[in-house]
Every structure is written in structure tokens, then in C-alpha cells.
């Protein structure tokens, strides 16, 4: 039977990443509630055969259920009754399937109903998810806004919200409105602190993936008169309180099966999440960076059901007598959708393994004081997250655009028709360079690690490592790469100019990205041989993007930024 | 009220996927190319069984399955998906069994469990399509059976509405308890395995497994819920004459290997006649009827 778990090696390979024996010792407390639960694991190989399996019924239920939905859920799309969104019929179908497999709350703690999983193999059920249909992947994924309940709100909210989430209940964040989109601090949705302490919310919210969930998490201005980020708060809304309508969902271009609410907010009761004014500069960034790393995943998986789509049909598709595949200009296509498909997944799981080492040790130091040692550890892995999530998120969606639209090409005639999956793909692939900030969103998050050296730090440790003889040769192109980002970094910042630095932002975002998945493919083919090729494939391209970027910066004089500008407008 | 459910279940040859090496050159099957599996309309049978478990809170819901001790996997993927526990009915008298001695041996086990409001099973297996075990077991029991069910639409007050399939349409019927019901594969497709229930069950075993693993043996025996069942013909006081081969007044002659091979390909031209020509051809020859 088709499993989309079992027929991804890449998948199997992550999971038995050196790292993960770390991260599963410090997830599990050593095993702690090995004798309190009888679905808790004994032991790293114990727990590591339960992620093994879980994603397996994962796997199952992506490839038999959701992917044979997913045509459906696109045609029919969720419909807008009485103010109330009713999903496709089909989607009620996956949403059953999830909640029968118990595949919500998949990180939450044991003691509040959650399979107590890392990051790193929900994250793998999130890019099987995203294969079989993006747009699910939004209803499913937004569990992961269990995480801020559980990292910011009281004992009581979460005793009171998790175990919902783990039963099944589903989750939005409220945050953007018609005025505050990529600018948040705009936001204008109105909390009023009533005479018993409690809140309640008027105004209007738009762009609102899932937004007639049952558990909303809600950005909203508590402090009258503010203008900026530091006047909004958090609140939990409950959708059994009611008051809040949808008023329509939008007609999107992709991810059909996800409704996109505007919602209308009237005298809508709600809990504050922790503390006041700390809404959007504390929890909605530790919110959207959990959801950031969600949108890597999503691309991941799109990019490779882009790929596979596109490899079957060269391989059936006859043309001048023989299978396409086998003409060198379609077999390049191919190589280097595999090649960014691979360097994309490697980055993904490199980064949601330092997200699970911080994230863990942050929640221990809520249970006793961490050591020395533990301490130097989270604040090296909180640093990785926070260079590698905007990243991520940047280059897989942006390569997962690149691979849905070759996938079209290699359909030539066809892939333009509605016939075949691939317009799908390219249709669901093109919000996830938007979404949860826009990639040069990402660029302005990620180039502090380029100026701090957070990335160069980072490659000169892959630089360090002991490599197998025969990579040396691609060891010394990415060292050669390395020298010309670091030349680049240098010249840019050399010239005083903060819009000139703006403006070469992403080239130099890029470059060191290219290099960080060099050197991890680099790490898996150590391990795996399976990933040779997209690891000369991957670097062959690279080289020559960090080039062309190299080439660019050299060749511009910082003045010649005003024929791009427009500064009257 | 709460039920005591038995989902009878078969582990089976895959036959939906045959290859050509699918029968060896004697015309038995060949085992060793065709995956076990949990046979299809049994898995519709335990959606059944777990949909009452979920409508009648502390309903135990318990697999039963006869074969060699590798069946407990049929036990152990019951649990992954609801199920509370098995039996394996097990023995060396129960080898060659036709439909007679089957349902002979499990209604023993039935017996010997007791206690007992609902036997649910697939309609047949696909191994051997004979549909016949469910019934047989019915009425050596002697209770009541409802074949081809949809649905078992509810239990109320000791009687059971069952939504059944039969040639024209569908028919909703009522029966007491205890009875058989057997299921067939046009009912609700079983739930997936379940994420606490895998981590759970994914050591339990049947005795003889367990003596075969030192390094978990003692870990299964600290825990009850992990002891699947294994009983054997004198577990359930079964008269080995009604045993196995012994048992089995059905007597294979010979099997025939039937291979479907394309031998001619004709062109049908996209009008009227041609098309009726076709069908009227495809009648005869019993492809479409």
C-alpha cells in the first residue's frame, strides 16, 4: 500500500540524525515517564521506533487519505453558511483521519494529552502532510499554536486549552487586519479590560487562515491610545463563546481546501496570554517562528510532490521515440529540482533540530535551574534557530516555487492543462513565499546573521569537520564559495549606507545559504551515499549563484542604487 | 449498556496484487511471494465493532483469529486501531481446515469466551471467497446472523438495527442479541492506527513470541495489556475428528492455474454499431453481464 513515509529515505535518514539522540534524552527528561504512561518510550531506541511508527500511520493516511482528497478539497473548497465556515466534505474527511490516528497535539506534553514528540518528527508529518495536499497541511499544522499556549499562558489555560488541541480542536492565529499585514504593529482589533479583569474584543480581522476554529490566538491593541507594537497583547479566544462571525472567505489563487476568513469581532470574550504589551514583540514572534518553520516544511513537501510528478511523467512521456527523461535538457531540469528538493529538506531538519535543543532547555529551565554548561548550549542553539528559521523559510519557498514551475515545464502542453496535478502544485506553491512573512521578510531577519556572523561562524564549523577522502574536491569549491561571501559581506558593509545594505540584503542572504546546504548535503552524504548527486548537483549550482551574486556586488557602485530607486513616489 | 464484541478476523495472502509466481507449479498458493495481510472485509468488520465501542462507553472489543502464531500480528493491528485485546487460536489439528472445521474450531473459542454480545466478521476472505465461516458459526451457536451488513446502525435494549446490502438496493433489519454479523466491503473503510495505541500495543505478543524474546520478556510480563491470547484445540475442549483435516469433508480435486493474457487487439471504431457490436460480444463471452 502507498505510504508516503515509507517511500521517502530522506525521511528515515533525518530521523537517525546524530543530533537526535541528544534531543530525544533532553525531550524525554532521561525517560522519566517511561513507568507514569504506557505509550512512553524506555529508551532513545524505543522512543525512536515510536516516531518511526507514528509516522508511518502518518504516511498511511497522507498517501490513502488526504493526497486522494486533494483534487477534490481544490474543486469543492470550504463555503462560508450562517457566518460559519463549512469545509469541503473531504477535508472533514482528512480532519477525521487526523483526529482517529491522534495525530493533534503531536508535541504537547504527555500530562496534557500530547504524544510529547520533538519538533523534528512533526515537522517530517508536516512535510508528508504538505505532499499530499498543502492546503490541509494549514488546518493540520496549526496545532502547532498549542506551542505558545504552552510556552506563555497559565497552568490553568493550558490545562484548560492543550488537551482540546490534543483531542482534535482546531487552531488559528488571529494576527493580520485590512490595515496591518507584514506591518503588524499596525494592528488596530480592540481589547477592553472589563470591571471583573476579564477582556473583550471588537473589530475586524482579515486573512485569517482556518479563522472559524474552535481555539483562536488573538493579536489585539489592550492599551488605549498606543500607537505602536508595544500597546497589543495576546488573547485565546474560544469559539464555544462566541461572538466572533465570519463575514466571507476569500477566492485564492491555491491552498483552496485552507478557508482564508475575515472576521468580525463583537463584544467577543477573551483570556489575556501572559503578560500585556508583550503580544506582538514576545509571543507572536516566537509564534511565527514556529510557523515559519511549518511554511519550510509545507514547501518541502510541495517541492516534492513537484519532483515526483515531474520525474514520472519523463519517464512515461515519449517524444522523438524515447522517453523524455532521457534528453540531457530534460534530465537537468530533473537534477536540479532533486538537488534544491534535497538541500531544502537538509536544511529544514538542520534547523528543526536546533529549534527542538533550545526549545527543550527553555522548558526545563521552567522545572529547575539549567547548569552552566546546558545554559552556554540553549543560548548556541537559540541563535542557530533564530539565523536558520528565516532562512529556511526563505530559500524552501522560494525553491519550492522554482521546482512546482519546472514540474509544469517538463509537462510541457499538458502541464498548462487542468488535467494533471502540477497546476495544482504551482497554484498551492506560490503563497508560501508570502505567508508568515514574505521572503524579503525573511531577508531582513536573516541579515543580522550575515553582519554577526552567525552564518560564517556556523560554515567555518561544517569547514572543521572530517570528511570521507573522496569529497574533498566539493569541500573545496564550497571553501572557494565561502571566500567570496566573506569578500562580498565585507565590501557591502563597508560602504556607510543602510539602504545600499537593504539593497544587497538578499544577495548576501543567499549566498550564505547556498553554502550552508552545500555543507549539509555535504553531512548527509557522509551517511547516506543516496545523496551524492544532489550534493554535486546542489553545489554545481551554487557555485555558480554565489558567482553571479559575487559578480554583482563587485561590479556596483554603491551610487548607482538611485537608478533602482523611487524616491518620489 | 456496555458490549463484549468478538471481530473475528483472517490473516491472508495478498491476492489483490497476483503476479504470475502467485501459485506454485501443485496449484497451492505461494506464500512466500504474497504479503500477509489483515483481510479486507474484516478490517471493515472492526470498524464496526470500534464504532460501537465509541457509542457504548466501556464496550471491550476483542480479535480473534485462527492461524499459525505469526497471526498475532492480526491481534496486535486490532489494538494499533481500537481494539482491546486477542486471542490467537493456534494448533497443528486446526492445519488444513475447510469453512466446516473453521467455523467448528472457532465457535469453540467463541464458546470458551462466553461472555459475549456481538461476533462481527468480515463477509469472506479473500483467499477463499467462500462467505461461509460467518454464518457456520452463527449457527453452531446457535444464534442469529445478519449477513452483507453496511451499517450497524445501533444497539438498543438487547436488538440491533442493521443496515444490510443485498442485490437491489439495501434493507435495514433488526435482530436480538447475541448474533453474527458479518460485514461487507462496501461498509465505512476501518480508522487508521492510532498514535498512542501503536506505542502502546507495539510489544504485546502471544506467549510463544514472548519465550522466544529474553531482552522483553520480563518488560511484557509486567503488563497485562500486553498478553495477547494463544489457545490451542484442547484450550477450547475441541473434538479433534471436527478438527482440521480430519474435519473437512471438503476435498480439493485439483486447481486450475487460470491466466488472463491479451491475445488479439481489435479496433472499435467511435460510432453506434460498433459500439453495440461490442457490448453485445462482451456479454456473450460473460466479461460484462
Redesign the interface.
Known sequence: MANFYNDNEALKHYLSHPLMKKIVELKERNFADADKYDYAPQDFDDAVDSYDRVLEIVGDICANVIAENAEEVDHTGPQVVNNRVKYAPATERNLEACRKAGLMGMSMPRRLGGLNFPITPYIMAADMVSRADAGFENLWGLQDCAETIYEFASEEQKQKYIPRVCQGETMSMDLTEPDAGSDLQSVMLKATKKEDGSYVLNGVKRFITNGDSDIHLVLARSEEGSKDGRGLSMFIYDKRNGGVNVRRIENKMGIKGSPTCELVYKDAPAELVGSTRLGLIKYVMALMNGARLGIAAQSVGISEAAYREALQYAKERQQFGKPIINFPAVAEILSLMKAKLDASRALLYACSRFVDIYKIYDDIAKERPLTVEEKKEQKYYSRLADAFTPLAKGMTSEYCNQNTYDCIQIHGGSGFMKDYACERLYRDARITSIYEGTTQLQVVAAIRHVTTGTYLNKIREFEAQELKPEFEAVKNTLVFMTQQYADAVQAVMGVDDSKYHDFMARRLVEMAGHIIMGYLLLDDAQRNEEFNKSLVVYVKYGEAEVARHASFIGNFRPEQIEDYLYTNA | MSLNIIVLAKQVPDTRNVGKDAMKADGTINRAVLPAIFNPEDLNALEQALKLKEQHPGSKVTVLTMGPARAAEIVREGMFRGADGGIVLSDRAFAGSDTLATSYALSAAVRKIGDYDIIIGGRQAIDGDTAQVGPQIAEKLGIPQITYAEDIISVEDGVVTVKRRIESGVETVKAKLPLVVTVNGSAPDC??????????Y?YAAVPSEVAADEAKKE?IEK?P?LSIGEWNASTVDADLAQCGLAGSPTKVKSIENVVFTAKEARRIENNDEELEGLIKDLIANHTIG
Open positions: 480508522r487508521p492506527r492510532n498514535a498512542k495505541a501503536v506505542q502502546k507495539k518488560f503488563r495489556y
